[in-house]
C-alpha cells in the first residue's frame, strides 16, 4: 500500500504542480496585459482544487499511465481571458506562451535542484526526492513540448494563428472541442488501429517522447 501511495505521488504530483502553475501563468499574464477576469474568478491561487479538470487533470494522465502510451500529460480548468482585452499580436503571443514558459522555467529549476540532491548522502529520502525532481523535469518538458503543437486547444495554436486578424484564424483557435476530438483519435484510436494491423501508429507518442527525450538530455 505505502509503495502504490508513493507511485502516486511521484507520478501524479508532479504533473498537477506543473498543469497548475501552467494555468496560473496564462492568468497572471493576462492581467500584465489589463485583462482581470482570471483574478475575479480566484484562479490565481495556488489551490489545485480551483484548477483541476476531471476530464484533463484525472482521467487523461491515468488513462495514459496505465495504457503505457509512452508519455503522460494533462490539463487543467483553462483560466478564463478576455481576448477582446487583447490589444495586440505582442500581447497574444504573451499570454500564449506564458504557460509554455513556465513549464520551461520549472524544468529547468528541478534540474538545478537534482544537482544539489546528488550531493546529499544516499538515503529513501535522497532517492525519493531525485525521483520526484526527474519526474518534475519530464512532465513540464512534456508538457511544453505538447503545447506547442499548433492545433486547437493548445497554445501552439495561438501562438502561431493568434497574431493573424483574419476570421478563419479567429475561428481556428477557437475550436477547442474539434481540436480536443482529434487529440483523442490521434493519441488513442490511431494506435490501436494501427496494432490492429501489426503497425506503430503512434504519431503522437513519437513526437511526444522523441522531441522531449532530446530536451531532457539538455537537463538531466
Not at 4 to 10: N, R, V
Not at 134 to 151: E, K, Q, T
Request: aromatic share 14%.
Amino acid at each position: 500500500m505505502t509503495q502504490h501511495i508513493l507511485a502516486l505521488i511521484l507520478n501524479f504530483v508532479p504533473i498537477i504542480i506543473a498543469i497548475v502553475l501552467h494555468e496560473m501563468a496564462h492568468g497572471y499574464a493576462a492581467l500584465y496585459i489589463g485583462d482581470n477576469t482570471a483574478k475575479r474568478f480566484g484562479r490565481l491561487s495556488i489551490n489545485p482544487i480551483k484548477h483541476i479538470d476531471l476530464f484533463g487533470t484525472i482521467i487523461i494522465p491515468a488513462l495514459l499511465y496505465f495504457s503505457k502510451v509512452g508519455f503522460i500529460f494533462g490539463w487543467a480548468r483553462p483560466v478564463p481571458v478576455n481576448f477582446t482585452k487583447v490589444k495586440s499580436g505582442k500581447d497574444m503571443l504573451l499570454v500564449a506562451s506564458a504557460g509554455i514558459v513556465m513549464n520551461i522555467v520549472l524544468a529547468v529549476i528541478s534540474a538545478l535542484i537534482l544537482k544539489l540532491i546528488g550531493l546529499l548522502p544516499e538515503s529513501f529520502i535522497q532517492s525519493f526526492l531525485e525521483a520526484f525532481f526527474v519526474n518534475m523535469v519530464i512532465y513540464n518538458i512534456v508538457l511544453a513540448v505538447f503545447n506547442i503543437l499548433p492545433f486547437p486547444p493548445m497554445d501552439g495554436s495561438k501562438i502561431f494563428f493568434g497574431a493573424i486578424n483574419k476570421p478563419w484564424a479567429h475561428k481556428y483557435i477557437s475550436a477547442d472541442r474539434n481540436g480536443l476530438t482529434i487529440f483523442l483519435l490521434v493519441a488513442f484510436a490511431l494506435p490501436l488501429c494501427g496494432a490492429a494491423f501489426n503497425q506503430n501508429w503512434n504519431i503522437l507518442g513519437w513526437y511526444v517522447t522523441s522531441v522531449s527525450k532530446f530536451f531532457i538530455s539538455l537537463l538531466i
